[in-house]
């Protein structure tokens, strides 16, 4: 009887660890933008003043620069610190709206990067919460490639389309 005594706090503190550790690894999650997951899921969700956008399964928009275009991957190393490339490690899956038009293209890391129409998808690191698009009409520039980045877009949006920098979107529809 006195083992069973010993025994039970120690299964409780193992239990407590447990616990502990698994909700620090789901805020760490929370933390990052557009993590990559085997069911990452692209759907349409409405941004004011923007419209209908591409979100990932969080809820945050989806961009995609003028320069990653036709399965080339231009966004790499530190660009990828700033735009996170959607990943996943099987299919992508999308709603009914968008599924027919999702992909994926190698990276040079050999990741899968989540395409939209043929072009691959990025979260902003900066966007703070979903819905927001903060990173819509961003230029910069990594390892001698300057970038246009647009917030992906589906049908009806408010703001025209733009070919240079400031605001717009690509819109697939």
Same mark, same amino acid.
């Given at each position: 009887? !006195?083992?069973?005594?010993?025994?039970t706090p120690l299964i409780l503190i193992a239990l407590a660890a447990a616990a502990l550790t698994a909700c620090g690894s789901s805020s760490q999650q929370a933390q990052k933008p557009a993590a990559a997951s085997p069911a990452t899921t692209v759907a349409l969700a409405k941004v004011s003043a923007v419209g209908q956008v591409?979100?990932?399964?969080?809820? +945050?928009?989806?961009?995609?620069?003028? !320069?990653? &275009? @036709?399965?080339?991957?231009?966004?790499?190393?530190?660009? &990828?610190?700033?735009?996170?490339?959607?990943?996943?490690?099987? @299919?992508?899956?999308?709603?009914?709206?968008? $599924?027919?038009?999702?992909?994926?293209?190698?990276?040079?890391?050999?990741?899968?990067?989540?395409? +939209?129409?043929?072009?691959?998808?990025?979260? +902003? $690191?900066?966007?703070?919460?979903?819905?927001?698009?903060?990173?819509?009409? $961003?230029?910069? !520039?990594?390892?001698?490639?300057?970038? #246009?980045?647009?917030? $992906?877009?589906?049908?009806?949006? &408010?703001?025209?389309?733009?070919?240079?920098?400031?605001?717009?979107?690509? #819109?697939?529809?």
């Amino acid at each position: 009887m !006195q083992d069973m005594k010993r025994i039970t706090p120690l299964i409780l503190i193992a239990l407590a660890a447990a616990a502990l550790t698994a909700c620090g690894s789901s805020s760490q999650q929370a933390q990052k933008p557009a993590a990559a997951s085997p069911a990452t899921t692209v759907a349409l969700a409405k941004v004011s003043a923007v419209g209908q956008v591409l979100v990932d399964s969080k809820g +945050f928009a989806l961009y995609s620069p003028k !320069q990653d &275009t @036709s399965g080339m991957i231009r966004c790499t190393g530190s660009c &990828t610190a700033i735009w996170v490339p959607l990943t996943v490690k099987g @299919s992508p899956t999308g709603d009914p709206t968008v $599924a027919a038009k999702l992909g994926t293209v190698m990276r040079p890391d050999g990741r899968k990067q989540v395409t +939209f129409d043929g072009r691959p998808l990025y979260t +902003f $690191a900066e966007d703070s919460r979903p819905k927001t698009v903060s990173g819509n009409g $961003a230029s910069d !520039q990594f390892g001698g490639v300057r970038f #246009n980045w647009k917030v $992906a877009s589906v049908g009806t949006t &408010t703001t025209p389309s733009s070919g240079g920098s400031g605001g717009g979107y690509y #819109n697939y529809g």
